[in-house]
């Protein structure tokens, strides 16, 4: 059993910066590749960013790439998304996921999600 706990979220204008935090408890954090996923009002919930268990691989959503970048310290058991140059659609609640799939995350693929939390861009 994981449990993912996110927080970082907020109000921030555009062209500003956050960054987000998921806190993981148990001893299996690093077998797991873990992703950024995100929800925006009247759509369907979005993968944005992946790591791998180890931290060497990463991969973006095109509508991300270059502005966000994702890491994990697996001494903490914490994975980051640091959100550089945001945009007001980048709007949403924010979830961090734990998955052990091969290929693109999927929210089908999931094992665990936290909780959530909110980033509000304004124009």
């Known amino acids: 059993q994981v449990q993912l706990v996110e927080s970082g979220g907020g109000l921030v204008q555009a062209g500003g910066s956050l960054r987000l935090s998921c806190a993981a408890s148990?001893?299996?954090?690093?077998?797991?590749?873990m992703s950024w996923f995100r929800h925006a009002p009247g759509k369907e919930r979005e993968f944005v960013a992946t790591i791998s268990g180890s931290g060497g691989r990463t991969y973006y959503a095109d509508s991300v790439k270059g502005r966000f970048t994702i890491s994990r310290d697996n001494a903490k058991n914490t994975v980051y998304l640091q959100m550089n140059s945001l945009k007001p659609e980048d709007t949403a609640v924010y979830y961090c996921?734990?998955?052990?799939?091969?290929?693109?995350?999927?929210?089908?693929?999931?094992?665990?999600w936290g909780q959530g939390t909110q980033v509000t861009v304004s124009s």
């Open positions: 148990g001893r299996t954090f690093s077998s797991y590749r």
């Open positions: 996921a734990a998955d052990r799939i091969l290929g693109v995350p999927t929210t089908r693929g999931v094992d665990y």
